[in-house]
């Protein structure tokens, strides 16, 4: 998953398992699915784009100007 980043210009790449693990904590953005060498179908992945706890901190102190 790692070498992915590199590919897709991301920081943090995570697999559908682990996202749906973490879906309602993080806001994640779909990528395109992946051939991955050693795997007979293309694994999903997701790129983690922000904390949604973050999120809302930036959409209350907006709310707030």
């Keep these: 998953v790692q070498a992915l980043n590199k590919e897709f210009g991301t920081t943090i790449l995570i697999t559908d398992t682990t996202y749906e693990a973490v879906r309602d904590e993080f806001t994640c953005r779909p990528m395109p699915d992946t051939p ?19 999120a809302a901190a930036v959409v209350d102190a907006a709310g707030r100007a």
Excluded: L, N
């Design 36 to 54: 991955i060498r050693g795997k007979q179908r293309p694994i999903r992945f997701f790129e983690v784009v922000s904390s949604r706890d973050a």
